[in-house]
């Protein structure tokens, strides 16, 4: 590398001056001639037989061009949507199928059931709810853990007691052998809320089809086009996936929800198919929230076991996993795989072990949300360390630090090879920055108002790779400019300034000469996509590897153009050139050379590259808390955070305090709830499900002290979701701090004013009941 990346520049974004100027291109914006409209009739049953429906009337309403059931996807040999998730449960794993239109009965509100395509979209919904379904509502459950009861209503007969799989991971005997050694144990049962996604762009997509090659084209908010093609194509459609271009243009954020095939995406291709036009659908925002993956929605017991010094021995994880009514694509893997990377945390804890219970229920299918599985394993960890110090009366940073790994490299219990870190000196500088010496006047402030404070401490582990390898090429165009082609996309972390930073550092050009080339299958010819803050490790490694290449088929045409031996030149600073002589030639006229006599100097390559790195933090919040009402306020934040090298600082804390925002919403606000009884989604708009907005958000504090990982060629850890993995058990600590002195000892997330409230009545009947 021709200069360190050890000292990244903060550029602003170059992507952001069409954003900001309206030019940004978006599904729903772009143009599509002669462009029919297609509407999803969805059920408004969580559970139920459809007896029979007729399409006759939508069929023959002004406008409509097609009307599709279930029954016209069978005789075209449409395939089920696939999961794809490989994991080693106990038996194996049970997918149900899952077609895209509902086939005999529906299993959640939102489940499809017919799609309607008009000349408008008017026309389309007005043809949809004229659509008369027959249904026979049959018994619903919601609750996973209820789901498991005996007599609990059954979804699918082939999954006997509602049980996908049983998972487990770890040295049972180990942990038992931990607890029986103890000196003290402590446990907790938790509840990991359901939370939506909810990007600021909802699904869209467009379909074409070429009725004389017959390929297809699809252009869709998403996240990972290659996997998407490939389902499509290889499970769905039946065909071979080189006549399937999927395409992403500029996406308004995605979560992870964004990655996968959904039935919409089915329904386009097959209506285009049918119609000889462009198909479009975008989803209204209640859609968004009957239709697109949820994430979390766990129930765990746990239990950890301590000696006499506090040195932690064993920890034992039991979840029941809420998997919706069927299994998305990637969904069984954030409950088993992913979590069982992170279980304990940064903490050097020798005995580990964890069992998943993957369970149907009448809800909408959960999936990948930022983090996937690490945020539940850190909440899991660092919600009992908390409550080991409160009940062995030790001050909880002090536990931590005593626990924390301090030796590298070190293998965890779970098998992870964590190379590098400086766990406790984060912890040292967390605590400064946070001014926790200053805490007690700040209480006693509030206190004199009548108010609750709260100080909350709490560490992070990501284990950050996703998918392993990648593919990454550079080109040398005609114009002069470099195209950098990745594997992976952006849907709003910046991708197209960081990735000219690091070939700008590279190769010695200007950041202008080079433009990103992402998300289109046409001119990517492979990549594993954006998913488990792996883009700038993944394809960052591959695009050095690319450099390296083109540098060196550059050379020997340098080397023939300076009439000199090859091993006598450097590169540096864009040229190629003999130490201490003045020939010298630069990389992109070497290039136009290369052109000229009908050669070319672009390389591609496939990474092999599956090493994972460790992202880690230690984060600090205060709260304070109206005990009259149960309002809380979320009043400071601060983190120290280690990514390794820093391509790009400010792109770094963007991300980071993005994550954190929505960590925060989940410990204070965000929950998809449904009704016990009838699994009726009671939050499927803005008005019931409530996001963080700037006024419930303090100044986010992100300190970064970083240790570079030998892992990949740039020394970078993960940043996408970090924030998301390390908010919610700081701020639910400092809410039970500042609720500990009435006798508060547990609360779930989210910590709303009503639940705070009702915490607070019950302590406080408690405490009257015992006086008496």
């Not at 998407?228 to 039946?238: M, S, T, V």
């Not at 097959?270 to 949820?294: G, I, K, Y």
């Not at 945020?375 to 924390?404: F, G």
Request: aromatic content about 6%.
């Amino acid at each position: 590398m021709q200069k360190s990346l050890e000292q990244g520049q903060s550029r602003r974004r170059v992507e952001d001056g069409r954003f900001l100027n309206g030019a940004g291109r978006y599904v729903d914006d772009m143009q599509a001639d002669g462009a029919l409209h297609g509407v999803v009739l969805r059920s408004p049953h969580a559970h139920a037989r459809i007896i029979g429906f007729d399409l006759s009337e939508a069929a023959a309403m002004p406008g409509v061009r097609l009307v599709l059931s279930a029954a016209d996807l069978r005789a075209e040999g449409i395939g089920d949507l696939p999961c794809v998730a490989a994991v080693a449960t106990v038996a194996p794993i049970i997918i149900p199928s899952r077609p895209a239109l509902a086939d005999g009965i529906v299993r959640h509100v939102g489940d499809p059931v017919a799609f309607v395509v008009a000349d408008t979209a008017a026309q389309a919904r007005d043809a949809a709810e004229a659509i008369a379904v027959d249904y026979e509502a049959l018994p619903a459950v919601a609750d996973a853990a209820a789901a498991l009861a005996p007599d609990a209503p059954q979804l699918w007969p082939e999954a006997p007691g509602n049980l996908s799989y049983l998972f487990r991971k770890g040295d049972r005997a180990a942990v038992e052998a931990g607890f029986a050694a103890a000196h003290a144990t402590v446990s907790l049962a938790l509840v990991n809320n359901r939370v939506a996604a909810a990007p600021i762009e909802a699904r869209a997509a467009i379909a074409y089809h070429d009725a004389a090659s017959g390929d297809f084209l699809l252009e869709l908010t998403g996240q990972g086009v290659h996997g998407i093609r490939d389902q499509l194509a290889q499970h769905i459609l039946r065909i071979p996936p080189q006549r399937l271009t999927v395409m992403a243009p500029d996406v308004g954020g995605g979560f992870g929800a964004k990655n996968f095939v959904y039935p919409e995406y089915v329904l386009l291709l097959v209506a285009a198919r049918r119609l000889a036009r462009p198909v479009r659908w975008s989803s209204s925002r209640t859609e968004d929230f009957l239709s697109s993956a949820h994430g979390r929605d766990n129930r765990t017991e746990a239990r950890m076991a301590l000696d006499a010094e506090g040195r932690i021995l064993a920890l034992d994880v039991r979840t029941i996993a809420n998997l919706g009514a069927y299994l998305s694509p990637s969904g069984p893997g954030s409950s088993t795989n992913a979590p069982g990377t992170a279980m304990g945390g940064f903490y050097a804890i020798p005995a580990v072990c964890m069992e998943v219970r993957g369970v149907f229920t009448n809800t909408v299918p959960i999936d990948a949300y930022r983090g996937a599985g690490k945020p539940e394993a850190n909440y899991v960890t660092e919600r009992l360390i908390d409550l080991a110090a409160r009940q062995t009366r030790r001050d909880p940073a002090a536990l931590r630090r005593l626990n924390l790994i301090a030796d590298f490299p070190y293998r965890s219990a779970m098998g992870m090879a964590i190379d590098c870190g400086n766990a406790k000196g984060n912890l040292a500088a967390v605590l400064d920055a946070a001014d926790q010496a200053g805490f007690a006047a700040r209480r006693a402030a509030a206190e004199a108002q009548g108010k609750l404070r709260g100080f909350g401490l709490a560490c992070f582990l990501e284990t950050a790779r996703g998918a392993p390898g990648e593919w990454a090429a550079v080109r040398f165009e005609a114009d002069g400019q470099v195209a950098l082609a990745t594997g992976t996309q952006s849907n709003g972390q910046g991708h197209e300034t960081s990735f000219p930073q690091i070939a700008a550092d590279y190769l010695g050009l200007p950041h202008a000469a080079f433009r990103l080339v992402q998300a289109d299958t046409r001119s990517v010819a492979r990549g594993k996509g954006h998913g488990g803050a792996r883009s700038l490790h993944m394809a960052g490694a591959a695009l050095v590897q690319a450099m390296d290449a083109a540098i060196a088929k550059a050379k020997r045409l340098a080397a023939q153009l300076l009439q000199t031996e090859e091993a006598s030149l450097e590169f540096r600073d864009g040229r190629f050139g003999v130490p201490g002589e003045t020939r010298d030639i630069g990389l992109l006229d070497v290039a136009r050379a290369a052109a000229e006599a009908g050669e070319s100097i672009d390389a591609e390559i496939d990474s092999p590259l599956d090493l994972i790195t460790f992202p880690n933090g230690c984060h600090v919040a205060e709260v304070e808390i109206d005990p009259e009402t149960g309002l809380v306020r979320l009043l400071r934040y601060t983190a120290v955070d280690d990514y390794g090298t820093l391509v790009n600082p400010m792109l770094t804390r963007g991300q980071v305090q993005g994550g954190l925002a929505q960590g925060i919403g989940q410990a204070l606000l965000e929950e998809v709830t449904y009704d016990a009884d009838s699994a009726q989604p009671l939050a499927a708009s803005f008005q019931d499900y409530c996001l963080p907005r700037a006024e419930d958000l303090p100044d986010l504090a992100v300190t970064f002290a970083g240790v570079p990982t030998a892992s990949n060629p740039l020394g970078v850890k993960g940043s996408g979701q970090a924030g998301c993995i390390g908010a919610p058990q700081t701020v639910m600590h400092a809410v039970l701090d500042a609720l500990a002195p009435l006798g508060v000892r547990t609360l779930d997330m989210p910590a709303t004013p009503a639940k705070v409230w009702a915490a607070i009545q019950a302590a406080r009947a408690g405490e009257h009941r015992s006086s008496r």
